[in-house]
């Protein structure tokens, strides 16, 4: 749903901007209190994780297509202030190297796709949290329900913006059915995407998991026929932070192969919007993209002739580019968080 050039209007798309700038200044606020020293780099991780599945078009429809849009997994995974910020990374590294998405309309694009989709998925995912049993398959449902509800909710921010700032005389009840339509198949797609990757993190280190903490019930002990609370145990930290290196490493070998091997296999038909902008001709005054002429446009290495091996090449460099580049921002988000700041995992601490 990566909105390009010329579909809103300037002042809109200025307006959009502002709001997303705004957004995502309260999110570095936001995200100081959500990260600490384990899931800081595994939040650069998520977002080149969310790069590579964006790469994996699946058919939704006859000739048309979707893909992961992520911010369900990302407020799940990371919290909803770090997940508007992973989104609005890989948009950046979208627009900037490969042409996807309009750079005019990136605060568009933010607003849509990562704002308006952490903030509908995490509300709605707590909301089921807090009434179904705390149990890993009731998290890994509430992630379905809440990945599900969140892309039709993108098709419908969307369909506001355009009514708003559309540069096509459209009728809006048109655009309004069309993409709700085509994006609620998608948001079965991504529903699936969303669900597999929360239950198999929770079932391998739940505390890391932001919407999952607390998940795991206190141990009970019979003492005189009563149960009661077993002693809580210690976290050691060197064996915490061994394992967070084995998940990153593995995250990290996953996004490299469905980015650089795996893509190739992708629908090469038009994605939702893609396919109702040509349908209801709001594609009519679409612009030029200010970096057609990157060297990774398009999703290819410039020069490079045969078609696998420049897809593969582009997306494993877009998952480096990716985690260089978020895992900074969230390095100098953790720097900066102020030592009695709240966080969502306990730390251990000496004191003196």
Same mark, same amino acid.
């Given at each position: 749903?990566?909105?390009?050039?010329?579909?809103?209007?300037?002042?809109?798309?200025?307006? $959009?901007?502002?709001?997303?700038? *705004?957004?995502?200044?309260?999110?570095?606020?936001?995200?100081?209190?959500?990260?600490?020293?384990? @899931?800081?780099?595994?939040? *650069?991780?998520?977002?080149?994780? #969310?790069?590579?599945?964006?790469?994996?078009?699946?058919?939704?429809?006859?000739?048309?297509?979707?893909?992961?849009?992520?911010?369900?997994?990302?407020?799940?995974?990371?919290?909803?202030?770090?997940?508007?910020?992973?989104?609005?990374?890989?948009?950046?590294?979208?627009?900037?190297?490969?042409?996807?998405?309009?750079?005019?309309?990136?605060?568009?694009?933010?607003?849509?796709?990562?704002?308006? @989709?952490?903030?509908?998925?995490?509300?709605?995912?707590?909301?089921?949290?807090?009434?179904?049993?705390? /149990?890993?398959?009731?998290?890994?449902?509430?992630?379905?329900?809440?990945?599900?509800?969140?892309?039709?909710?993108?098709?419908?921010?969307?369909?506001? #913006?355009?009514?708003?700032?559309?540069? @096509?005389?459209?009728?809006? *009840? !048109?655009?309004? /059915?069309?993409?709700?339509?085509?994006?609620?198949?998608?948001?079965?797609?991504?529903?699936?995407?969303?669900?597999? @990757?929360?239950?198999?993190?929770?079932?391998?280190?739940? =505390?890391?998991?932001?919407?999952?903490?607390?998940?795991?019930?206190?141990?009970?002990?019979?003492?005189?026929?009563?149960?009661? =609370? $077993?002693?809580?145990?210690?976290?050691?930290?060197?064996?915490?932070?061994?394992?967070?290196?084995?998940? %990153?490493?593995?995250?990290?070998?996953?996004?490299?192969?469905?980015?650089?091997?795996?893509?190739?296999?992708?629908?090469?038909?038009?994605?939702?919007?893609? !396919?109702?902008?040509? =349908?209801?001709?709001?594609?009519?005054?679409?612009?030029?993209?200010?970096? !057609?002429?990157?060297?990774?446009?398009?999703?290819?290495? !410039?020069?490079?002739?045969?078609?696998? #091996?420049?897809?593969?090449?582009?997306?494993?460099?877009?998952?480096?580019?990716?985690?260089?580049?978020?895992? *900074?921002?969230?390095?100098?988000? %953790? %720097? %900066?968080?102020?030592?009695?700041?709240?966080?969502?995992?306990?730390?251990?601490?000496?004191?003196?």
């Amino acid at each position: 749903m990566h909105v390009p050039d010329g579909f809103i209007n300037a002042p809109v798309s200025a307006a $959009a901007g502002v709001v997303a700038a *705004g957004a995502v200044a309260v999110s570095l606020r936001g995200a100081r209190r959500e990260l600490d020293e384990r @899931t800081a780099p595994l939040a *650069g991780l998520v977002a080149a994780f #969310i790069f590579a599945v964006q790469m994996l078009n699946f058919p939704v429809a006859a000739g048309t297509s979707g893909h992961l849009l992520g911010g369900a997994l990302a407020a799940i995974l990371v919290g909803p202030y770090t997940g508007v910020l992973c989104i609005s990374v890989v948009l950046l590294m979208q627009g900037i190297l490969f042409a996807d998405g309009g750079l005019t309309a990136l605060g568009v694009n933010v607003l849509d796709m990562g704002i308006t @989709t952490t903030v509908v998925a995490y509300a709605l995912f707590r909301g089921l949290v807090g009434v179904l049993p705390r /149990t890993r398959r009731s998290m890994t449902a509430a992630s379905f329900v809440a990945a599900l509800v969140s892309v039709p909710a993108s098709a419908c921010v969307f369909t506001l #913006i355009y009514w708003i700032g559309g540069t @096509t005389d459209i009728p809006i *009840g !048109k655009v309004f /059915t069309a993409m709700v339509g085509v994006h609620v198949l998608i948001g079965i797609g991504e529903a699936v995407i969303t669900a597999l @990757t929360v239950g198999a993190v929770i079932a391998v280190r739940p =505390d890391l998991v932001h919407g999952a903490r607390g998940l795991t019930a206190p141990l009970k002990l019979r003492v005189d026929g009563e149960l009661v =609370d $077993a002693p809580a145990r210690q976290p050691v930290a060197p064996v915490a932070a061994r394992s967070t290196r084995g998940i %990153r490493a593995t995250g990290l070998v996953i996004a490299l192969v469905l980015a650089g091997f795996v893509s190739f296999y992708a629908s090469a038909s038009p994605d939702g919007l893609e !396919k109702v902008a040509a =349908d209801q001709g709001i594609d009519k005054k679409t612009e030029e993209h200010a970096a !057609k002429d990157s060297p990774l446009a398009d999703y290819g290495v !410039k020069d490079v002739s045969d078609a696998r #091996i420049s897809g593969g090449l582009a997306g494993v460099i877009g998952v480096g580019a990716t985690i260089v580049v978020g895992s *900074g921002v969230f390095y100098v988000v %953790r %720097r %900066r968080r102020t030592p009695n700041a709240p966080v969502g995992t306990p730390r251990t601490e000496k004191t003196v």
